[in-house]
């Protein structure tokens, strides 16, 4: 199994405070996503990094933000979390992009808004 | 955009028969991949199989194979001989060679095998 862990794995926060979850690989991998899972829409794509300190949105970003100052660590920020923000967060990683590079998922975090 | 589509909410099947979980999907792309991942109920996901855009053959990988019909734009995964650990909920997801680092998932096919 692909090295990869993710925390918290549950969170319960308030609306209007801050969240950060933590993506944490052993495989050196270059790249790593996060994802939400919500019913009816399977897994969509938050932010990806291609590299330290290279991200780039992708198509839920929107009251999300990323770092990534060590290959191994990725950092997904709700700046003012919102209800709508409950999800399940993935984390994955790929060690290319080429179109047979599967995706490594972690555990997943259970992220409640209240 | 890329589009993928599982029209099966949810799946029932025998134990030891097999199943076809549906998925097709939309693109302009030439290039590209196609994978299917399962999520069992404890949560993780779970790499099955992948097939390229220009394979020739279809992909298999144990029990589960892909039925990739490249001119109705589909990828069936078939799993035979099912059994209980295989209900799951199965995601079919794509990535475009010229948008590589965003992989589309569709909404899942919740399969649950009956003993």
């Known amino acids: 199994d692909a090295g990869i862990t993710q925390s918290p794995r549950h969170k319960v926060t308030e609306t209007g405070t801050p969240v950060t979850l933590r993506c944490h690989q052993t495989?050196?991998?270059?790249?790593m996503y996060w994802y939400r899972q919500d019913p009816g829409h399977g897994l969509r794509l938050i932010h990806y990094s291609y590299g330290v300190k290279d991200t780039d949105k992708g198509e839920v970003s929107d009251g999300y933000s990323v770092s990534r100052s060590k290959t191994e660590d990725f950092l997904l920020t709700l700046e003012s979390a919102t209800s709508s923000q409950t999800s399940v967060y993935f984390c994955a990683i790929s060690e290319g992009v080429l179109a047979g590079n599967e995706q490594f998922f972690g555990p997943g975090t259970r992220l409640t808004v209240l | 955009a890329q589009k993928i589509t599982q029209t099966q909410p949810g799946m029932f099947v025998q134990e030891k028969e097999a199943v076809t979980l549906d998925c097709t999907y939309d693109?302009?792309?030439?290039?590209?991949?196609l994978f299917w991942y399962k999520q069992p109920s404890s949560g993780e996901m779970i790499f099955l199989i992948y097939?390229?855009?220009?394979?020739?053959q279809n992909a298999t990988e144990g029990r589960y194979s892909l039925n990739f019909q490249k001119a109705r734009k589909s990828a069936n995964l078939v799993i035979s001989a099912s059994q209980l650990g295989d209900s799951a909920m199965y995601f079919c997801?794509?990535?475009?060679?010229?948008?590589?680092?965003?992989?589309?998932f569709g909404a899942g096919t919740r399969l649950t095998v009956k003993p």
């Open positions: 097939q390229g855009s220009y394979d020739q």
């Open positions: 997801a794509m990535r475009e060679a010229r948008n590589n680092n965003d992989m589309r």
């Open positions: 693109t302009s792309d030439p290039s590209y991949g």
């Open positions: 495989e050196n991998h270059r790249y």
